[in-house]
T-cell receptor, first 114, second 112 residues
Framework: GENVEQHPSTLSVQEGDSAVIKCTYSDSASNYFPWYKQELGKGPQLIID?????GEKKDQRIAVTLNKTAKHFSLHITETQPEDSAVYFCAARLSNFGNEKLTFGTGTRLTIIP | DAMVIQNPRYQVTQFGKPVTLSCSQT?????MYWYQQKSSQAPKLLFH???????NEADTPDNFQSRRPNTSFCFLDIRSPGLGDAAMYLCATSREFPETQYFGPGTRLLVL
């Protein structure tokens, strides 16, 4: 099955600086990589996703990059704000029929320091 | 405009007393999922429904059951909750399997 590793587990960033969270996956058959943001006491919210046919995707201050050769993908948040403080989960989904469930990383607790 | 709704948000039950958590969706999605999330951990998939077809994960305990009476509603039944079942339970939906999943706010279960 798929295995997703996520680093770092905690990250503190000064407000206005950039934050980068990295994930690696084990199965080269994975083809879809979403990122979720989870605030305290709430369910995960999809913030951005990328499919294996592109290398980068950007949405305002958030970007995701994918390196299929190295089997890793990263979340980049620029100009961080206090409301970016949350736990972020990456995930990967296999494309093999019958085994396509999302496999989540272990999460990164991001703290933005005002 | 809530799209995936979970009730209640907090549930307290007694050890061994059956409990039911509910999820409803206004997205008309075909697939509904139940996840268990323990503190500081990633969500763990328990099972999912594709329409009326139930798909159980191999490591989901028999203590956990689910019902989906119609497209909009899905229930998680815990027959005999143990202390180790205290967790956040998340419902999610997707238009097709395994497309983009949208999560509800979760129900936090406390077992006394």
């Amino acid at each position: 099955g798929e295995n997703v590793e996520q680093h770092p587990s905690t990250l503190s960033v000064q407000e206005g600086d950039s934050a980068v969270i990295k994930c690696t996956y084990s199965d080269s058959a994975s083809n879809y990589f979403p990122w979720y943001k989870q605030e305290l006491g709430k369910g995960p919210q999809l913030i951005i996703d990328i499919r294996s046919n592109v290398g980068e995707k950007k949405d305002q201050r958030i970007a995701v990059t994918l390196n299929k050769t190295a089997k890793h993908f990263s979340l980049h948040i620029t100009e961080t704000q206090p409301e970016d403080s949350a736990v972020y989960f990456c995930a990967a989904r296999l494309s093999n029929f019958g085994n396509e469930k999302l496999t989540f990383g272990t999460g990164t607790r991001l703290t933005i320091i005002p | 405009d809530a799209m995936v709704i979970q009730n209640p948000r907090y549930q307290v039950t007694q050890f061994g007393k059956p409990v039911t958590l509910s999820c409803s969706q206004t997205l008309n999605h075909n697939v509904m999922y139940w996840y268990q999330q323990k503190s500081s951990q990633a969500p763990k998939l328990l099972f999912h429904y594709y329409d009326k077809d139930f798909n159980n994960e191999a490591d989901t305990p028999d203590n956990f059951q689910s019902r989906r009476p119609n497209t909009s509603f899905c229930f998680l039944d815990i027959r005999s909750p143990g202390l180790g079942d205290a967790a956040m339970y998340l419902c999610a939906t997707s238009r097709e399997f395994p497309e983009t999943q949208y999560f509800g706010p979760g129900t936090r279960l406390l077992v006394l």
